[in-house]
């Protein structure tokens, strides 16, 4: 059968092209990647990279005095030089997940419940302060436990 014999019902070729468009148009958005954290908001590791009880989990000098960073399901802060703390990055509201660290608060992204430094509640809906974790600082590490 030759192909010029071959025909194809309108409905038909006008649902296959649009097909062929959509999944044209998902590929090219899905490609993109996520964008950096501005610089003035903490670095999230994913909770994977969760390290084990008695692990390094950052650097001293990678927890800015007055701020802090988010190392997968903890929480560590300086609120003065050299005073660092730990907590869970869990909000103590309904457990959602805080995200960032910024202008000198512990943000939880669901509710904006957000935490001072010393992880108490700076701002509800949540009541209680972030549950704190054990830290020591050995060298120029942060060690959990």
Known sequence: MPLDDVRMPRQQMIRGTGLLLTAGTLAACS????????????????????????????KTADV?????VIV????????????FKAFSSKCTHKGCAVNKVADGTIDCPCHGSKFTLD???????????????????QGDSIVLG
Not at 64 to 68: C, I, L, N
């Open 31 to 58: 490609g993109g990647g996520d964008k950096p954290a501005a610089s003035s908001e903490a670095v999230t590791t994913p909770p994977s990279a969760d390290p084990p009880t008695g692990g390094a989990i950052t």
């Open 64 to 68: 800015p005095v007055g701020s802090g």
């Open 72 to 83: 997968g399901d903890v929480v560590v802060t300086q609120p003065s030089a050299g005073d």
């Open 119 to 137: 992880g108490a509640v700076a701002k509800g809906p949540a009541t209680e302060p972030l549950e704190p974790k054990t830290i020591s600082v």
